[in-house]
């Protein structure tokens, strides 16, 4: 019973997100992590929702959940990532970052994140090569967005 | 500056270099109704006491990084004018309101008088108002545009490849705009419309050099430009449409354009810097509307003026029509 009330939750939480209703959003994220606590996905789209609410360090804790349930949830690491950044933390964002993009090598935002660490910890050759390959993939994300916009 | 997002380092200086500048602050939004090339809410324009850079929601890395380069250095040109006394705006006014409309009307006479399938004379009176709306969104923003483009190519290099794609991305935007209309409104104003864009584009990609701006080569949807100049690819893209008479007009204006714009892109910034950039866009608008022949259409006036005269446009344009049409106005 739980699976399908959990995806559920997911998709309205995650519109909320979309919305920008953050709060709203977490509450569905509490209420799903309850029902299945051993569901990464929660976890990790909690820790999204957190880092849109500026709650940085409580993110990464969601993300550490997620990770504990699964090690390669490629979304988690990138959230990860970007929560580490957010907060200074380049060192450990970098090695998040770099594990959330071998998992998934189209995840703009962690390439876009490992650029940013690389940037940070001196290393700007290797930076430019992760900015260039986020930006592919974000333009790739564009042309699509723009071709369901004229489908639409 | 307030945002929760990732920035690259060189973004973050720069937000922050503009806020010392003008002693403001601005604010970073994601909304995902924002149009492709973001929005400036600044306090030089409105009545606010922040300043709001607002960028689609689907652009997270770079492309949000240009909006935001792009936006800021617009905010810089209109707060250095603001803060050097003389900020002004394109605006209008009822007199000028008229001599735009009648303007048009006369034109649409010419061309209606050649035209077998004739216009409605509820769309053609219709027709009027938009075509002055159209002219004055587009020149408040366009002269501007190669100002703030040529900046950001000399001052921030890790955003060239961004740069390039957004170019494309406006350009192709900028061009298909208004086509639907292309047998509606006067042949005049859709040349001259076309015209501005064509030379603009023309005089980025004479400024912007090409080595430096080639495109990504590792997307797919662009390896069709691969090797090819964007010189070369933007003249092409003209060329080949049906009303070759834009890039004629075009041709001219990027002399203008070229004329105006002789300026040290890569100075570095000051508020007098930014300010003459300013200067240097008001030129190139009033250039541009001379040679238009539309130099009575509008008027340079505080921003205040505009936000009152955004307000009173539906009275402005009633009177317009009831100065050219009299009586028939009120029958028709």
Known sequence: MPVSEVSRLLKRAEQYVKQTKYKEALVLYDHAIRLEPRNPECWSQRAGAKIEMERFTEAVADCDQALALNPNHADAWSRKALALSQVGQYAPALAAATRATTLNANDAVGWYVKGICLEETGKSDEAEIAYAKSLELEILLDIKAEKDKVRR | ?332
């Not at chain 2, 009033?286 to 539906?314: C, G, R, S, V």
Request: aromatic content about 10%.
């Open chain 2, 1 to 332: 500056m307030k945002t929760n997002m990732p920035l690259t380092k060189p973004i973050r200086r720069f937000i922050a270099e503009t806020e010392r500048m003008l002693d403001t602050e601005v604010t970073l939004l994601r909304k995902p109704e924002a149009p492709p090339g973001g929005t400036l809410i600044d306090i030089y324009s409105y009545n606010l006491d922040k300043n709001i850079i607002i960028f689609p929601a689907n652009y997270i890395g770079l492309l949000k990084d240009f909006v935001i380069a792009k936006q800021c250095t617009h905010l810089l040109v209109k707060g250095a004018a603001a803060k050097t006394g003389g900020y002004r705006v394109l605006s209008y006014n009822a007199d000028s309101v008229y001599t735009g409309m009648r303007q048009v009307y006369l034109d649409a006479l010419k061309d209606e008088a050649k035209k077998e399938k004739k216009l409605p004379v509820n769309k053609l009176i219709d027709m009027l108002f938009i075509m002055f709306r159209q002219f004055h969104e587009d020149i408040n923003d366009l002269p501007w545009n190669p100002v703030v483009n040529a900046r950001i190519y000399h001052r921030m290099e890790q955003l060239r490849k961004t740069q390039l794609y957004i170019l494309l991305k406006d350009g192709k935007q900028d061009m298909d705009e208004m086509m639907d209309m292309m047998e509606i409104i006067p042949r005049r104003y859709f040349v001259l419309d076309k015209s501005m864009f064509y030379a603009r584009d023309l005089y980025l990609a004479k400024t912007l050099p090409a080595d430096r701006l080639m495109p990504v080569v590792n997307i797919p949807q662009m390896k069709k430009f691969d090797h090819l100049e964007v010189k070369e690819m933007l003249t092409t893209r003209w060329t080949h449409t049906a009303w070759y008479q834009s890039k004629v007009f075009g041709d001219n204006m990027l002399t203008i354009m070229e004329k105006h714009l002789a300026v040290d892109w890569g100075a570095e910034p000051s508020l007098e810097y930014y300010a003459s950039l300013y200067k240097v866009g008001v030129n190139l608008t009033n250039a541009l509307l001379a040679y238009m022949t539309m130099k009575d259409w509008f008027i340079w006036e505080k921003p205040q003026h505009l936000l009152a005269a955004e307000q009173a446009a539906p009275s402005y344009e009633k009177a317009a029509l009831k100065k050219i049409f009299g009586d028939l106005i009120e029958e028709s």
